[in-house]
C-alpha cells in the first residue's frame, strides 16, 4: 500500500469519528481533481460544481455507512463518475447528445461479464432503429438528418404534404427518444455496476 493510499484511509478513519479537519484537509486535497473530471463531462462549471459538492456531502453524512477498503481517492473518484452519470441519464437522453455515455463508456470499461459487443455501440442500436423505420419516413428522417433538407425540400422532393413530413420526423423523434432512453437506462444500470466494483474491491 503505497503512502498516498495509507494517509487517505487514515484521513478517513478520522471522518469516521467525526474529525472536520480531517475532512476539510481531504476535501482540499481532492476537489481540484474530482471538479476536472466532472467539467470534462459536463461542461457548465455550475453543474460540474454542484455535483463535487454532492460527493463530499455525501461521504460526511454517510460516513458511518461507507467502508473503504482500498484508495479514499479512488472512492471519490468512481463517487464523481457514478453522479455524472446520473446528471447525463437526467438531463441528456436525446440521441444526439449520448455521445457522453460513449465516451465514459470507452474510457470506463464495464467488465465483459456484463457486457456484449452491440452494448459497446451506441451507434449499432440507433441505427437498428433507423434501420426498422417504414420507407417513408426513413426517407425523410435521412434527407433532413444527413442531408440537411427543409421540411417544404422533403416535401417537393418526395411529393408528400410539408404536414406529412412534419408528422414522420416527429414519430421517428419519439421512437428514437424511446430507444435511446431505454439504452441509456441500461448503460446507467452497467456502468454503476462497473464503479460499485471498481470502488469496492481492493487493489492488488
Known amino acids: 500500500m503505497t503512502k498516498s493510499i495509507q494517509s487517505g484511509i487514515t484521513l478517513w478513519e478520522l471522518i469516521r469519528q467525526g474529525d472536520r479537519n480531517a475532512f476539510d484537509s481531504i476535501y482540499h486535497q481532492y476537489v481540484s481533481q474530482l471538479f476536472a473530471l466532472a467539467y470534462k463531462h459536463i461542461p457548465n462549471r455550475t453543474d460540474a460544481e454542484d455535483i463535487v459538492q454532492e460527493v463530499f456531502i455525501d461521504i460526511w453524512e454517510k460516513r458511518n455507512e461507507i467502508i473503504i477498503h482500498s484508495s479514499l481517492f479512488n472512492y471519490l473518484y468512481s463517487s464523481t463518475r457514478y453522479k455524472v452519470l446520473r446528471f447525463i441519464k437526467a438531463n441528456n437522453t436525446r440521441p444526439e447528445s449520448l455521445c457522453l455515455f460513449q465516451e465514459l463508456l470507452q474510457q ?97
Open 108 to 204: 470506463y470499461s464495464i467488465p465483459e461479464e456484463h457486457s456484449d459487443a452491440k452494448l459497446r455501440s451506441i451507434d449499432s442500436f440507433v441505427s437498428s432503429a433507423i434501420t426498422g423505420l417504414p420507407e417513408q419516413m426513413k426517407k425523410v428522417y435521412l434527407l433532413n438528418t444527413e442531408e440537411g433538407m427543409s421540411v417544404t425540400a422533403i416535401a417537393d422532393h418526395l411529393q408528400i404534404a410539408p404536414q406529412t413530413v412534419r408528422n414522420h420526423l416527429s414519430k421517428v423523434r419519439k421512437r428514437l427518444y424511446d430507444v435511446v432512453s431505454r439504452l441509456a437506462s441500461l448503460l446507467f444500470s452497467l456502468c454503476i455496476i462497473s464503479l460499485f466494483l471498481f470502488a469496492v474491491l481492493p487493489n492488488h
